[in-house]
């Protein structure tokens, strides 16, 4: 039973080195979200996907890209990161839009330096 | 565009207590509210959905309530304990884009106190 999994758990970059973070659910969620979460600001949603094949910008866009290649897995790709970068990451998935609760991941700690 | 709000920040109390948290949003026209509770170093675990139909949602010793009139959300545990310390977020649905979004207050520090 393990719902939403994000890999890695912490990593470490150097400025202008690039990552890609890995989310999988097993709960057949239509929908997934890229969340970040900063001191003071809440979780602002970076990208999100309604569907395999599909994704839409976020709150907070700019510097990531993101794929949904397959129905169970979102990827969050930095393809030059920066220190502004540096935060927590949740992945949250959903059964459908609206009406339904959204289960999160456990995070990535990404520090960049 | 929807605001979400939580005041307080922090807040300390003896076991046993019954407390309330709140959650203020701008847009009366939420698609629901979400609370959710966070551990240190964890990610967000669901504890209650209001649709926005609904006026509260109950579950254990926690009851939400959602008034979209005056853009209040509550919520209410009863017989606080050690266990309960966490962080409190609420989060609004937006729906006005034509695709579902939550917009995340910044959450309440909560420590009870054995």
Same mark, same amino acid.
């Not at chain 2, 964890?42 to 609904?54: E, N, V, Y």
């Not at chain 2, 509550?74 to 966490?86: E, K, R, V």
């Not at chain 2, 034509?98 to 009870?112: H, P």
């Given at each position: ?31 997934m979200?890229w969340?970040?979460?900063d ?7 970076i990208?999100? /996907? ?11 866009? !700019? $510097?990531?890209?993101v *794929?949904? +290649? ?7 790709g ?14 949250? /998935?959903?059964?459908?839009?609206g009406?339904?609760?959204?289960h999160f991941? !456990? $995070?990535?700690?990404? *520090?960049? +330096? | 565009?929807q ?8 807040l ?20 629901n ?6 551990d240190?170093g ?13 006026r509260e949602?109950?579950?254990?010793r ?11 959300s ?13 962080t ?6 937006d729906?006005t ?18």
């Open positions: 039973n393990a719902g939403v999994t994000q890999t890695p758990k912490f990593r470490v970059l150097k400025t202008g080195q690039s990552m890609t973070l890995l989310c999988a659910q097993d709960m057949n969620h239509e929908y979200y969340y970040r979460q001191p003071g600001m809440g979780l602002r949603l990208h999100y /996907s309604v569907g395999e094949g599909t994704t839409a910008k976020g709150e907070v866009p !700019d $510097g990531y890209n *794929s949904r +290649l397959k129905k169970q897995n979102f990827l969050l930095l393809e030059s990161a920066a220190p502004s970068q540096t935060s927590v990451y949740f992945c949250a /998935s959903s059964y459908t839009s009406g339904q609760p959204q991941g !456990d $995070g990535t700690r990404l *520090s960049i +330096l | 565009k605001e979400v709000t939580q005041i307080p920040a922090a300390s109390v003896p076991e046993g207590e019954n407390l309330v948290l709140n959650c203020s949003f701008t847009d009366s026209a939420i698609y509210l979400q609370w959710f509770r966070q240190p964890k990610g967000l675990t669901s504890l209650l959905l209001i649709q926005s139909s609904q949602q109950t579950s254990g926690l009851n939400a309530s959602l008034d979209k009139s005056s853009g209040r509550t919520l209410y545990i009863a017989a606080s304990q050690p266990g309960d310390s966490a409190y977020l609420c989060a609004g649905g729906g884009s034509g695709t579902y979004k939550y917009i995340f207050g910044t959450g309440t520090r909560l420590k009870v106190l054995a």
